[in-house]
Protein backbone atom coordinates (compact mmCIF):
# COMPACT_ATOMS: atom_id res chain seq x y z
CA UNK A 1 0.00 0.00 0.00
CA UNK A 2 1.08 3.12 -0.51
CA UNK A 3 0.00 7.05 0.20
CA UNK A 4 -2.89 8.06 -2.18
CA UNK A 5 -2.55 11.43 -1.22
CA UNK A 6 1.67 11.51 -2.37
CA UNK A 7 0.68 9.24 -5.78
CA UNK A 8 -1.58 11.89 -7.06
CA UNK A 9 0.39 14.74 -6.28
CA UNK A 10 3.58 13.11 -7.79
CA UNK A 11 1.74 11.70 -10.80
CA UNK A 12 0.32 15.43 -11.67
CA UNK A 13 3.34 17.26 -11.90
CA UNK A 14 2.39 21.22 -12.15
CA UNK A 15 1.12 23.07 -15.19
CA UNK A 16 4.53 25.03 -15.46
CA UNK A 17 6.46 21.85 -15.32
CA UNK A 18 4.89 20.23 -18.01
CA UNK A 19 4.84 23.14 -20.11
CA UNK A 20 8.65 23.31 -19.65
CA UNK A 21 9.21 19.63 -20.42
CA UNK A 22 7.22 20.27 -23.82
CA UNK A 23 9.63 23.54 -24.25
CA UNK A 24 12.82 20.92 -23.67
CA UNK A 25 10.85 18.01 -26.20
CA UNK A 26 10.08 20.79 -28.96
CA UNK A 27 13.46 22.15 -28.63
CA UNK A 28 15.38 19.14 -29.68
CA UNK A 29 12.81 18.58 -32.53
CA UNK A 30 12.66 22.00 -34.30
CA UNK A 31 15.55 23.52 -32.41
CA UNK A 32 15.59 25.87 -29.48
CA UNK A 33 15.11 28.96 -31.53
CA UNK A 34 11.51 28.43 -32.31
CA UNK A 35 10.60 27.65 -28.89
CA UNK A 36 9.56 30.51 -26.98
CA UNK A 37 9.28 29.47 -23.56
CA UNK A 38 7.33 31.91 -20.73
CA UNK A 39 6.90 28.84 -18.49
CA UNK A 40 9.52 28.48 -15.51
CA UNK A 41 10.74 31.66 -13.22
CA UNK A 42 13.93 30.56 -13.55
CA UNK A 43 16.63 33.86 -12.78
CA UNK A 44 18.47 34.77 -15.91
CA UNK A 45 20.49 37.34 -14.46
CA UNK A 46 23.49 35.95 -12.99
CA UNK A 47 24.42 36.00 -9.34
CA UNK A 48 26.56 39.17 -8.62
CA UNK A 49 29.71 39.13 -8.23
CA UNK A 50 30.07 39.23 -4.70
CA UNK A 51 28.32 35.58 -4.24
CA UNK A 52 30.71 33.86 -6.10
CA UNK A 53 33.49 35.27 -5.06
CA UNK A 54 33.17 34.46 -1.77
CA UNK A 55 31.91 30.67 -2.41
CA UNK A 56 35.67 30.60 -3.92
CA UNK A 57 37.21 32.35 -0.95
CA UNK A 58 35.26 30.31 1.57
CA UNK A 59 36.22 27.23 -0.51
CA UNK A 60 40.03 27.92 -0.68
CA UNK A 61 40.49 29.29 2.73
CA UNK A 62 37.86 27.78 4.99
CA UNK A 63 38.88 24.26 7.02
CA UNK A 64 36.73 21.98 4.97
CA UNK A 65 35.12 20.13 7.65
CA UNK A 66 33.20 24.19 8.47
CA UNK A 67 32.18 24.31 4.75
CA UNK A 68 31.01 20.70 4.37
CA UNK A 69 29.56 19.94 7.98
CA UNK A 70 26.30 20.28 9.79
CA UNK A 71 25.65 23.78 11.72
CA UNK A 72 23.25 24.21 14.41
CA UNK A 73 19.20 23.65 12.94
CA UNK A 74 18.44 27.24 13.10
CA UNK A 75 21.96 28.11 11.25
CA UNK A 76 25.19 29.43 11.94
CA UNK A 77 25.22 32.53 14.16
CA UNK A 78 26.85 35.02 11.86
CA UNK A 79 24.67 34.52 8.98
CA UNK A 80 21.81 35.09 11.10
CA UNK A 81 23.54 38.09 12.76
CA UNK A 82 24.00 39.66 9.25
CA UNK A 83 21.19 39.09 7.65
CA UNK A 84 19.43 40.38 11.56
CA UNK A 85 21.73 43.63 11.11
CA UNK A 86 20.59 43.63 7.29
CA UNK A 87 16.88 43.82 8.24
CA UNK A 88 17.35 46.09 11.35
CA UNK A 89 19.16 48.91 8.97
CA UNK A 90 16.47 48.86 6.23
CA UNK A 91 13.45 48.93 7.71
CA UNK A 92 14.33 50.18 11.67
CA UNK A 93 13.52 47.08 13.27
CA UNK A 94 14.93 45.55 16.39
CA UNK A 95 16.13 42.67 14.99
CA UNK A 96 17.38 39.68 16.56
CA UNK A 97 19.76 36.90 15.60
CA UNK A 98 17.63 34.43 17.56
CA UNK A 99 14.54 35.50 15.45
CA UNK A 100 15.97 33.79 12.58
CA UNK A 101 15.53 30.53 11.84
CA UNK A 102 18.08 29.38 8.36
CA UNK A 103 15.30 26.92 5.71
CA UNK A 104 16.59 25.37 2.53
CA UNK A 105 14.37 28.47 0.59
CA UNK A 106 11.22 29.62 0.28
CA UNK A 107 9.39 25.88 0.42
CA UNK A 108 10.44 24.47 3.69
CA UNK A 109 10.13 28.05 5.47
CA UNK A 110 6.63 28.15 4.52
CA UNK A 111 6.07 24.30 5.49
CA UNK A 112 7.47 24.47 8.62
CA UNK A 113 5.41 27.85 9.52
CA UNK A 114 2.19 26.55 8.08
CA UNK A 115 2.56 23.12 10.26
CA UNK A 116 3.75 24.97 13.33
CA UNK A 117 -0.06 26.75 13.24
CA UNK A 118 -1.74 23.76 12.21
CA UNK A 119 -3.37 22.93 15.20
CA UNK A 120 -6.45 20.52 14.24
CA UNK A 121 -7.60 19.13 11.35
CA UNK A 122 -10.04 22.40 11.05
CA UNK A 123 -7.36 24.63 10.74
CA UNK A 124 -7.67 27.51 7.76
CA UNK A 125 -5.03 29.35 5.76
CA UNK A 126 -6.31 31.91 3.68
CA UNK A 127 -4.67 32.66 0.37
CA UNK A 128 -4.79 35.08 -1.51
CA UNK A 129 -5.36 34.87 -5.16
CA UNK A 130 -3.80 35.33 -7.29
CA UNK A 131 -1.13 32.76 -5.59
CA UNK A 132 1.36 30.49 -5.97
CA UNK A 133 -0.31 27.20 -6.95
CA UNK A 134 1.99 25.12 -4.46
CA UNK A 135 0.52 26.92 -1.16
CA UNK A 136 -2.74 24.61 -1.77
CA UNK A 137 -0.61 21.59 -0.85
CA UNK A 138 1.37 22.90 1.60
CA UNK A 139 -1.62 23.57 3.92
CA UNK A 140 -3.69 20.48 2.67
CA UNK A 141 -1.13 17.94 2.93
CA UNK A 142 -0.11 19.19 6.91
CA UNK A 143 -3.56 18.54 7.49
CA UNK A 144 -5.11 21.66 7.32
CA UNK A 145 -7.92 24.18 4.94
CA UNK A 146 -6.79 26.13 1.99
CA UNK A 147 -9.46 28.99 2.00
CA UNK A 148 -8.93 31.08 -1.19
CA UNK A 149 -10.00 34.60 -1.56
CA UNK A 150 -10.83 35.52 -5.08
CA UNK A 151 -9.07 38.22 -6.47
CA UNK A 152 -9.52 41.60 -7.37
CA UNK A 153 -9.60 41.56 -11.04
CA UNK A 154 -9.87 45.39 -11.23
CA UNK A 155 -6.87 46.19 -9.10
CA UNK A 156 -5.54 43.08 -7.77
CA UNK A 157 -4.83 44.70 -4.62
CA UNK A 158 -6.12 42.91 -1.64
CA UNK A 159 -10.11 42.53 -1.49
CA UNK A 160 -10.80 43.40 2.21
CA UNK A 161 -14.05 42.13 2.00
CA UNK A 162 -14.11 38.77 0.72
CA UNK A 163 -11.51 38.41 3.01
CA UNK A 164 -13.69 39.28 6.23
CA UNK A 165 -16.45 37.04 4.67
CA UNK A 166 -14.03 34.22 4.51
CA UNK A 167 -12.55 34.69 8.20
CA UNK A 168 -13.68 32.25 10.74
CA UNK A 169 -13.19 31.02 14.32
CA UNK A 170 -10.76 28.75 12.70
CA UNK A 171 -8.69 30.89 10.74
CA UNK A 172 -5.04 30.53 11.70
CA UNK A 173 -3.20 33.29 8.88
CA UNK A 174 -3.51 34.72 5.95
CA UNK A 175 -0.72 34.46 3.28
CA UNK A 176 0.57 37.62 1.42
CA UNK A 177 2.94 37.50 -1.45
CA UNK A 178 4.14 41.11 -2.60
CA UNK A 179 5.30 41.25 -4.87
CA UNK A 180 3.25 38.96 -6.06
CA UNK A 181 3.85 35.86 -8.29
CA UNK A 182 2.11 35.57 -10.64
CA UNK A 183 0.75 39.31 -11.31
CA UNK A 184 3.73 41.32 -10.30
CA UNK A 185 1.68 43.68 -8.26
CA UNK A 186 2.71 44.86 -5.27
CA UNK A 187 0.37 45.27 -2.36
CA UNK A 188 0.31 48.77 -1.54
CA UNK A 189 0.81 50.01 2.12
CA UNK A 190 -2.84 51.65 2.20
CA UNK A 191 -4.42 47.83 1.57
CA UNK A 192 -1.94 45.98 4.32
CA UNK A 193 -2.79 48.63 6.85
CA UNK A 194 -6.55 48.04 6.23
CA UNK A 195 -5.65 43.98 5.99
CA UNK A 196 -3.61 44.80 9.33
CA UNK A 197 -6.48 46.85 11.13
CA UNK A 198 -8.74 43.96 10.09
CA UNK A 199 -6.96 41.25 11.63
CA UNK A 200 -6.77 42.60 14.56
CA UNK A 201 -10.42 43.38 14.93
CA UNK A 202 -10.88 39.59 14.33
CA UNK A 203 -8.09 38.93 15.89
CA UNK A 204 -10.10 40.76 19.23
CA UNK A 205 -12.97 38.90 18.30
CA UNK A 206 -12.04 35.67 18.42
CA UNK A 207 -9.51 36.42 21.51
CA UNK A 208 -6.31 35.09 19.34
CA UNK A 209 -3.94 36.03 16.63
CA UNK A 210 -4.98 35.79 13.21
CA UNK A 211 -1.25 35.88 11.60
CA UNK A 212 0.10 36.95 8.33
CA UNK A 213 2.26 34.55 6.88
CA UNK A 214 4.51 37.16 4.34
CA UNK A 215 6.03 35.14 1.32
CA UNK A 216 8.64 37.59 0.23
CA UNK A 217 10.97 35.96 -2.23
CA UNK A 218 10.52 38.86 -5.00
CA UNK A 219 11.43 41.23 -2.27
CA UNK A 220 14.20 42.79 -3.91
CA UNK A 221 12.84 43.00 -7.13
CA UNK A 222 10.74 46.11 -7.57
CA UNK A 223 11.09 48.72 -10.79
CA UNK A 224 10.63 52.54 -10.85
CA UNK A 225 11.56 52.92 -7.40
CA UNK A 226 8.19 51.28 -5.83
CA UNK A 227 7.89 50.79 -2.39
CA UNK A 228 7.60 47.00 -0.72
CA UNK A 229 6.11 47.67 2.54
CA UNK A 230 7.74 45.46 5.37
CA UNK A 231 5.16 43.72 6.35
CA UNK A 232 6.18 43.46 10.07
CA UNK A 233 6.37 46.97 10.18
CA UNK A 234 2.85 47.62 9.21
CA UNK A 235 1.09 44.03 11.67
CA UNK A 236 3.05 43.08 14.67
CA UNK A 237 1.89 38.90 14.26
CA UNK A 238 3.49 38.58 10.90
CA UNK A 239 5.74 35.60 9.88
CA UNK A 240 8.42 36.89 7.35
CA UNK A 241 9.42 33.59 4.93
CA UNK A 242 12.09 34.47 2.51
CA UNK A 243 14.57 32.91 -0.04
CA UNK A 244 17.92 33.66 -1.85
CA UNK A 245 16.70 32.29 -5.28
CA UNK A 246 15.58 35.41 -6.91
CA UNK A 247 17.09 38.30 -5.27
CA UNK A 248 20.63 36.70 -5.78
CA UNK A 249 19.96 34.37 -8.51
CA UNK A 250 20.49 31.25 -6.65
CA UNK A 251 17.86 29.10 -6.82
CA UNK A 252 19.39 25.76 -7.04
CA UNK A 253 20.98 26.27 -3.93
CA UNK A 254 18.35 26.50 -1.65
CA UNK A 255 18.74 28.95 1.23
CA UNK A 256 16.40 31.12 2.77
CA UNK A 257 15.09 31.77 6.28
CA UNK A 258 11.63 31.76 8.50
CA UNK A 259 11.61 35.52 10.81
CA UNK A 260 9.85 35.19 13.72
CA UNK A 261 9.77 38.88 15.23
CA UNK A 262 10.34 38.88 18.98
CA UNK A 263 7.58 40.92 19.10
CA UNK A 264 4.75 39.01 17.43
CA UNK A 265 2.24 37.29 19.89
CA UNK A 266 3.60 33.80 21.32
CA UNK A 267 7.08 34.17 19.15
CA UNK A 268 8.85 32.08 21.32
CA UNK A 269 6.11 29.50 21.38
CA UNK A 270 5.90 29.78 17.83
CA UNK A 271 9.91 29.98 17.15
CA UNK A 272 10.23 26.17 18.83
CA UNK A 273 7.41 24.76 16.73
CA UNK A 274 8.61 26.00 13.95
CA UNK A 275 11.94 24.55 14.88
CA UNK A 276 9.81 21.37 15.64
CA UNK A 277 7.97 21.31 12.25
CA UNK A 278 11.50 21.02 10.44
CA UNK A 279 12.53 18.45 12.43
CA UNK A 280 9.53 16.94 11.29
CA UNK A 281 10.88 16.84 7.65
CA UNK A 282 14.26 16.07 8.56
CA UNK A 283 15.52 19.73 7.77
CA UNK A 284 18.79 19.41 10.16
CA UNK A 285 20.10 22.80 8.49
CA UNK A 286 20.73 24.08 4.98
CA UNK A 287 23.86 23.99 3.28
CA UNK A 288 26.84 25.20 5.11
CA UNK A 289 28.35 26.47 2.41
CA UNK A 290 25.90 28.88 1.32
CA UNK A 291 25.12 29.91 4.97
CA UNK A 292 28.56 31.57 5.30
CA UNK A 293 27.69 32.98 1.51
CA UNK A 294 25.03 34.71 3.30
CA UNK A 295 27.18 35.77 6.23
CA UNK A 296 29.21 37.94 3.77
CA UNK A 297 26.56 38.62 1.29
CA UNK A 298 23.31 39.57 2.94
CA UNK A 299 23.48 43.08 1.66
CA UNK A 300 23.85 42.37 -1.59
CA UNK A 301 21.14 43.27 -4.06
CA UNK A 302 20.54 42.32 -7.63
CA UNK A 303 20.59 44.29 -10.99
CA UNK A 304 17.60 44.47 -12.31
CA UNK A 305 18.06 46.25 -15.72
CA UNK A 306 17.69 43.41 -18.03
CA UNK A 307 14.49 42.35 -15.78
CA UNK A 308 13.39 45.83 -16.60
CA UNK A 309 14.19 46.07 -20.54
CA UNK A 310 12.10 42.73 -20.80
CA UNK A 311 9.25 44.32 -18.45
CA UNK A 312 8.84 46.95 -20.87
CA UNK A 313 9.49 45.51 -24.12
CA UNK A 314 6.52 42.89 -23.24
CA UNK A 315 4.42 44.89 -21.87
CA UNK A 316 4.28 47.77 -23.85
CA UNK A 317 4.27 45.15 -27.19
CA UNK A 318 1.82 43.23 -26.12
CA UNK A 319 -0.42 46.19 -25.33
CA UNK A 320 0.77 47.88 -28.26
CA UNK A 321 -0.90 44.47 -30.08
CA UNK A 322 -4.46 44.86 -27.91
CA UNK A 323 -3.54 42.26 -25.25
CA UNK A 324 -5.05 43.47 -21.74
CA UNK A 325 -2.03 43.16 -19.21
CA UNK A 326 -1.59 44.09 -15.62
CA UNK A 327 1.60 46.03 -15.64
CA UNK A 328 4.03 44.78 -13.23
CA UNK A 329 5.45 46.45 -10.38
CA UNK A 330 8.18 43.72 -9.19
CA UNK A 331 9.04 40.34 -9.49
CA UNK A 332 9.22 38.99 -12.93
CA UNK A 333 6.04 37.85 -13.78
CA UNK A 334 3.88 39.21 -16.75
CA UNK A 335 -0.44 38.82 -16.33
CA UNK A 336 -2.41 38.77 -19.23
CA UNK A 337 -6.22 38.18 -20.09
CA UNK A 338 -6.84 35.52 -22.32
CA UNK A 339 -8.24 36.67 -25.03
CA UNK A 340 -11.48 35.00 -25.68
CA UNK A 341 -12.07 33.99 -21.76
CA UNK A 342 -10.55 30.73 -21.71
CA UNK A 343 -7.18 30.44 -20.53
CA UNK A 344 -6.22 26.71 -20.70
CA UNK A 345 -7.74 26.74 -24.60
CA UNK A 346 -5.17 30.02 -25.42
CA UNK A 347 -2.55 28.26 -23.84
CA UNK A 348 -2.72 25.08 -25.64
CA UNK A 349 -3.70 26.83 -29.06
CA UNK A 350 -0.12 29.24 -28.70
CA UNK A 351 1.91 25.64 -27.63
CA UNK A 352 0.68 23.48 -30.79
CA UNK A 353 0.21 26.58 -33.43
CA UNK A 354 3.41 28.79 -31.99
CA UNK A 355 5.59 26.70 -29.67
CA UNK A 356 4.55 29.41 -27.58
CA UNK A 357 4.58 28.18 -23.84
CA UNK A 358 1.93 30.76 -21.79
CA UNK A 359 0.90 29.22 -17.95
CA UNK A 360 -2.99 29.35 -17.34
CA UNK A 361 -3.22 31.09 -13.92
CA UNK A 362 -6.33 28.38 -13.41
CA UNK A 363 -3.92 26.72 -10.91
CA UNK A 364 -2.87 30.42 -9.39
CA UNK A 365 -6.76 30.92 -8.68
CA UNK A 366 -7.23 33.45 -11.64
CA UNK A 367 -8.94 31.84 -14.27
CA UNK A 368 -8.98 33.66 -17.70
CA UNK A 369 -5.64 34.73 -17.26
CA UNK A 370 -2.41 33.71 -18.63
CA UNK A 371 1.32 33.74 -16.81
CA UNK A 372 4.20 34.85 -18.80
CA UNK A 373 7.90 34.79 -17.10
CA UNK A 374 9.98 37.61 -18.53
CA UNK A 375 13.23 36.02 -16.80
CA UNK A 376 14.22 35.10 -20.16
CA UNK A 377 16.59 36.79 -23.02
CA UNK A 378 15.71 39.73 -24.85
CA UNK A 379 16.10 37.95 -28.25
CA UNK A 380 13.69 35.56 -27.36
CA UNK A 381 10.94 38.40 -26.42
CA UNK A 382 11.70 39.68 -29.52
CA UNK A 383 11.62 36.42 -31.93
CA UNK A 384 8.52 35.63 -30.05
CA UNK A 385 6.21 38.59 -30.91
CA UNK A 386 5.40 37.94 -34.06
CA UNK A 387 3.49 34.65 -32.53
CA UNK A 388 1.63 36.65 -29.99
CA UNK A 389 0.40 38.93 -32.88
CA UNK A 390 -0.62 35.77 -35.10
CA UNK A 391 -2.39 34.48 -32.50
CA UNK A 392 -4.54 37.42 -32.03
CA UNK A 393 -5.32 37.91 -35.10
Known sequence: ?????CYKLGAEPSVIRSLFAY???QAALVGADKVYDYSLGNPSIPAPGAVNASIKDIIDHTDSIQVH??????GLEGARRAVAHDLEKRFALPVKAEELFFTCGAAPALISVIKALTV????E???LAPFFPEYVPFVEQNGARAVIVPPDTDSFQIPLDLVEERIGPNTQAIIVNSPNNPSGVIYSRESLEALAALLRRK???YGRPIYIIADEPYRELVYDGAEVPFIPCIYENTLVCYSYSKSLSLPGERIGYVYVPGFAKDSHELYTAIAGAARIMGHVCPPSLMQMVIERCAQERPDLAAYDENRRLLYGSLSAMGYECIKPQGAFYLLVKAPGGDSMAFSEKAKLRHNLLLVPADGFG?????????CVSR????RSLPAFKALLD
Open 1 to 5: MINSN
Open 69 to 74: GYTMAA
Open 120 to 123: NQNS
Open 366 to 374: CPGYLRLSY
Open 203 to 205: GKE
Open 125 to 127: FLL
Open 23 to 25: GLQ
Open 379 to 382: DMIE
